[in-house]
């Protein structure tokens, strides 16, 4: 989703569905909010985030700056009311790392140690943290991981010289950092603002409006159907449109996905969207 301009609401429901389904496919709930790619990121993240029980939070966008460097890979990222989550950007500055090789072994490990040193090298919190990740595989483009690719990462757990590389989830690596590491960790107070895709808040203005017009009908008939219903009788209070509001809400908080609502989609994607949007 976008990080910027859905409103409070939008917000909370992108968790809510998403914790929802993670519970209801999973049996269990997630612990990180994992987005590698969107255009900044707004203060009140990280209240949203404790009040729907995520305390960890990835993103790689924000290496996107144009003029100044963020100074942290791994820091508390404190909201608006206090309220702080940690926060980890891979300092290989890519979710779609390749760990490309052209030939045989020797080889292999010169091309290699270009992006898994890059990893240390590029770590702006060292004496702090010691350790990263590194996401890997064809991401944009679809795929996921290659067999080659992980035949790579598996040779590279041990190698002098190199870092060791070794396979792990994302619990395994934010709880080495909770455990060893957060007390010495830096602390960032607001909003996490991306120097690039600035255009994207004002291009693409007729889908913004409709956005934001859906956001305060949602919210309108939400609030006058609860008050209905807390004056209705106990036979009459199945006429709450529960699944209705949540089908709609549903194709809303698709359209705010990060390259839509911002304006960074092709014009077939605005065309078709606005078309639904008006239907709603």
Known sequence: MDGNLPGGESFVRQFLYGQRFFQQEFCKRCKEFWLPDTF??????????????IERFLTTKLSWSLVNDFPHDNFLWEGIDGSTVLVHFPPGKSYTSAVTVKSYVIQMLTL???RVVTAIDKLQDKGRV??????????????????????????????????????GTPDQFFSTIEEKHINQLCKWSGELYLELHNGTYTTQAKMKFLNRQCEILLRDTELLHSVLLAACRDEDKKAYPELELERLWKIMLLNQFHDVLPGSSIEDVHRELLFITKKL
């Not at 900044?40 to 029980?53: K, T, W």
């Not at 598996?154 to 060791?164: A, E, F, I, S, T």
């Open 130 to 167: 010691s350790c990263s990740m590194m996401l890997y595989g064809h991401g944009d483009g679809g795929g996921g991981p290659t067999e080659n690719m992980l035949e790579r990462i598996k040779r590279l757990n041990n190698v002098d010289g190199l870092p060791k590389v070794q396979h």
């Open 112 to 114: 290699i140690q270009t």
């Open 40 to 53: 900044g990121y707004s203060a009140q993240i990280p209240q949203i985030m404790r009040l729907c029980g």
